[in-house]
């Protein structure tokens, strides 16, 4: 089993900046990828950016490519997401996921993820 537990979402003004975190406990050792997504009001739960745990591989979603960029700390366990540039269409709840075992490439959908953390609401005014 691995946990996930994230922190940093809030409410931020467009234009804006934020820093997500997404800690993971338990049997990290098999942890594939990990990656970022949102539900917004009334929407499907959407990939956002995923990252290869070794970190050798990024893939992000064309909506926030240049954007947002998503990194991780091994030591720590953690894998961050630095939203800039923000705008009133990222508002969710953005969810930390963790793939285990071995895959080809990062997934892209809710299925590809065997643990989620429990969400951090991002509201962004205009």
């Known amino acids: 089993q691995v946990q996930l537990v994230e922190s940093g979402g809030g409410l931020v003004q467009a234009g804006g900046s934020l820093r997500l975190s997404c800690a993971a406990s338990?049997?990290?050792?098999?942890?594939?990828?990990m990656a970022w997504f949102r539900q917004g009001p009334g929407k499907e739960r959407e990939f956002v950016a995923g990252?290869?745990?070794?970190?050798?591989?990024?893939y992000y979603a064309d909506s926030v490519k240049g954007r947002f960029t998503i990194s991780r700390d091994n030591a720590k366990n953690t894998v961050y997401l630095q939203m800039n540039s923000l705008k009133p269409e990222d508002t969710a709840v953005y969810y930390c996921?963790?793939?285990?075992?071995?895959?080809?490439?990062?997934?892209?959908?809710?299925?590809?993820?065997?643990?989620w953390g429990q969400g951090t609401q991002v509201t962004v005014s205009s």
């Open positions: 996921a963790s793939a285990a075992g071995w895959r080809t490439i990062i997934p892209a959908q809710t299925r590809g993820y065997d643990y």
């Open positions: 990252i290869r745990w070794t970190g050798d591989s990024t």
């Open positions: 338990g049997r990290t050792f098999s942890t594939y990828a």
